[in-house]
Every structure is written in C-alpha cells, then in structure tokens.
C-alpha cells in the first residue's frame, strides 16, 4: 500500500479554460461596449491581468477576485475611452466572471486524459488516496461535485481545500499514515514539490498540459533532489512498478 496525494488544478483538472473563456466574453463585451474607442483586445487582456495580478496580492484565491478584476478593468477601459461607466454592463461583467466558477461549467468538462485511468488503478491497489488543492473553499468543492471526484476522494477527509499553502496539510497526512510509502503528484515546483519532499513524500513533477514550451517552465532549478518528472501523468501508472520503492 501506498500513499498518494494530488494536486488538483493544472494536475487533475484544468480550469485554466473557463478564465480564458471568460476573458474571451469579456473583451466582446468591452470591444462592442466602447465601440471605435475600444483598445486593442490584447491590451484589454493586458490590463485586466495586471490589475488582477495586484489583487491577487491581497486577496489570494478568494471567489470575489477574478470578477472583480473584470469589473474593475470595466471602470478603468471607461475612464480611459472617455466613456461614460454603465451600472448594466457591470452587472454583466460579473456575470462573465462568475461563469468561470460555475458548477455547471465544471459539469460540462473533463478531467485530464489519463488522471481517472491513473486515480481508478491507484484505488483497485488499495492506496490511500488524497488531494490537497490551494483555492477558495467554495470554488473547490463545485470542482469537487462539478467533476464527480467523489469517485475517488469520498469526503473532506480525503479532499483537502487549502486557503494559503499545503504544509501544513501535507505534514498532517503524513503523520496519519508514517508507515508507507508517500508520494506527492503536482504541476507546481513551489506550491506542490517543495513542500511536498519537507513534509516527508516523493515529490513527482507533471507539468500542466498547457505549458508548451521549456520556457514557459520557471524555478526548475529548485526542484527537490529525487523528484521523478513525467510529461503526462498516465505515465505514472505506466512507470509504477519502476518507482514504488
């Protein structure tokens, strides 16, 4: 028996697609809103990361964040274009945000190819099973029901949402189960692989299906010694016996 903990977004999941989509809505919202005084599209999507990178600094994962952030880019784009702000196209811009959260919108996607092959042959063995994900509470358990992980994490026991960082959660997991082998299933070096190898787990690597390039990449130098990298996570299963120590 062995014990396996995952990430979820990027490693389980992709939701990354939903922002895009939003934003995609967002910037026909504003380009048919401003008219001729619409910027370019890319430098609406320019602006709106930049303010959400500066809320993000405060306000983290938290579910208000990203339709903020296109609410506040709505504002900005009208006081640049000399256009008069719209309380109605605000209320429109938070709804575009909010379809990014949606449980609905989780119903209508897949899970990563490989990882319900991968989570199915992990739970015939009898491992112990867990993922731990950093996000708002809220918006991971529609994940949660959205793509049926129930399946393979029944309860919060087994489904860890975390606000901050995963050390913590990480260490308390380990402890329940000192015994077996850990290992620790992420696509983040800083969030998944550091903590994962302090907290006592063999950390393995599969970057996200979206990174596309070595240099999209960064930090590989702080991997943790003994990390095993795959490129897609079936390849876990596949390389199982090779790695099981």
Known sequence: MNLWV???DGTLVTSNIDYHYALLDFCRLMLSTL??????FLKVLDLEGEIDKERFKTMRADR??????????????CRRAGVEFDPAIERQVLEIGNSAL???TYQNRTMIPGVEELLAFLQDRGDLLYCVT?????????KWRGYNLRRFFPTQREFRPVRYEKLGTLKAIRARHPDVPAFMVGDSIESDL???????????????PSV??????????????????FKRIV???DSFFDFRG
């Open 6 to 8: 995952f990430d979820l």
């Open 134 to 142: 950093f996000g708002d509470r809220w918006v991971q358990w529609m």
């Open 194 to 208: 550091i903590p994962a190898a302090e907290a006592g787990y063999r950390p393995i690597y599969v970057p996200a």
């Open 64 to 77: 208000n964040r990203f339709p903020g952030s296109l609410a506040e880019a709505y504002r900005e784009l």
């Open 212 to 229: 596309w390039d070595h240099g999209e990449l960064k930090g590989e130098d702080k991997i943790p010694p003994g990390t095993l990298k």
């Open 35 to 40: 008219g001729h005084k619409a910027p370019h």
């Open 235 to 237: 390849e876990i299963r």
């Open 102 to 104: 949606s449980e609905k």
